[in-house]
């Protein structure tokens, strides 16, 4: 017969307590850590609303067409009264903050720091460090009233990801989420209608979340069209659910 008991050491015979206490000395270092980002973008975010999170590849160069167009978008919503909120860093993000850089509205960037790719742009007029990501993905919601999502990659479609996570929960508020480039996402939203919606892991109601437009003009009547009826103030239940993000 098999017999079953390991050899296993019970809890407290895994470390020593001097180890242990080394431990928990770091977890809580590092748990002040988490609770400082937060502090910051609160203290720094708070009045730069309405606001809007642009998303793209930081692997798009200057002088493409979907560069241009990012900072043509960034810039119109900077004139329209948007503070505009990006990574912080190249690609995408560098025209997003470059184009509200050169309007009145502010150019925010939430830069994370990685061990290869990231590196600030130098068009930010409020800029944060993250060093977890996690904490940047709740400003980049929190204080945003639209995203805009560019072509990219991992990255970006974790943004999409989350924003329609939220907003298909009703866990976080109900805003505006513009995909720009037909062509770029056709096949993921094709995918979606007919793998997703076709087998029940979302509601074809759930496809309404999404926008997709060509051009800057479009983008900005998008979000300005949502917000026709109900303004750009949330109500007490928005941000109540903000709030606990």
């Given at each position: 017969?098999?017999?079953?008991?390991?050899?296993?050491?019970?809890?407290?015979?895994v470390?020593m307590?001097?180890?242990?206490?080394?431990?928990?000395?770091?977890?809580?270092?590092?748990?002040?850590?988490?609770?400082?980002?937060?502090?910051?973008?609160?203290?720094r975010?708070?009045?730069?609303?309405?606001?809007?999170?642009?998303?793209?590849?930081a692997?798009?160069?200057?002088?493409t067409?979907?560069?241009?167009?990012?900072?043509?978008?960034?810039?119109k919503?900077?004139?329209?009264?948007?503070?505009?909120?990006?990574?912080?860093?190249?690609?995408?993000?560098?025209?997003?903050?470059?184009?509200?850089h050169?309007?009145?509205?502010?150019s925010?960037?939430?830069?994370?720091?990685?061990?290869?790719?990231?590196?600030?742009?130098?068009?930010?007029?409020?800029?944060?460090?993250?060093?977890?990501?996690?904490?940047?993905?709740?400003?980049?919601?929190?204080?945003?009233?639209?995203?805009?999502?560019?072509?990219?990659?991992?990255?970006?479609?974790?943004?999409?990801?989350e924003?329609?996570?939220?907003?298909?929960?009703?866990?976080?508020?109900?805003m505006?989420?513009?995909l720009?480039?037909?062509?770029?996402?056709?096949?993921?939203?094709?995918?979606?209608?007919?793998?997703?919606?076709a087998?029940?892991?979302?509601?074809?109601?759930?496809?309404?979340?999404?926008?997709?437009?060509d051009?800057?003009?479009?983008?900005?009547?998008?979000?300005?069209?949502?917000?026709?009826?109900k303004?750009?103030?949330?109500?007490?239940?928005?941000?109540?659910?903000?709030?606990?993000?």
């Amino acid at each position: 017969m098999l017999d079953r008991k390991k050899n296993i050491p019970g809890l407290r015979g895994v470390t020593m307590p001097e180890r242990a206490t080394h431990q928990k000395a770091r977890e809580s270092w590092h748990l002040w850590g988490i609770i400082s980002e937060f502090v910051e973008s609160a203290e720094r975010l708070s009045e730069i609303r309405p606001a809007v999170s642009i998303f793209g590849s930081a692997r798009i160069k200057a002088g493409t067409p979907v560069y241009a167009l990012a900072e043509e978008i960034a810039h119109k919503l900077s004139v329209a009264g948007f503070s505009v909120i990006s990574g912080g860093g190249p690609g995408i993000m560098e025209a997003a903050n470059k184009g509200a850089h050169a309007g009145p509205s502010p150019s925010i960037g939430l830069n994370i720091e990685l061990p290869f790719e990231q590196s600030g742009n130098p068009y930010q007029d409020i800029s944060l460090r993250f060093r977890h990501f996690f904490a940047r993905k709740v400003a980049f919601v929190k204080y945003a009233a639209a995203y805009v999502v560019m072509p990219g990659g991992f990255g970006t479609l974790d943004e999409l990801s989350e924003a329609l996570t939220l907003m298909q929960t009703g866990t976080g508020r109900r805003m505006p989420v513009v995909l720009v480039g037909s062509s770029f996402w056709q096949g993921l939203l094709r995918w979606m209608e007919d793998t997703l919606v076709a087998n029940g892991m979302i509601a074809a109601e759930d496809m309404k979340l999404m926008t997709v437009v060509d051009d800057s003009e479009a983008v900005v009547n998008a979000i300005f069209d949502f917000y026709e009826a109900k303004g750009f103030d949330a109500s007490a239940a928005e941000r109540e659910r903000v709030l606990y993000l």
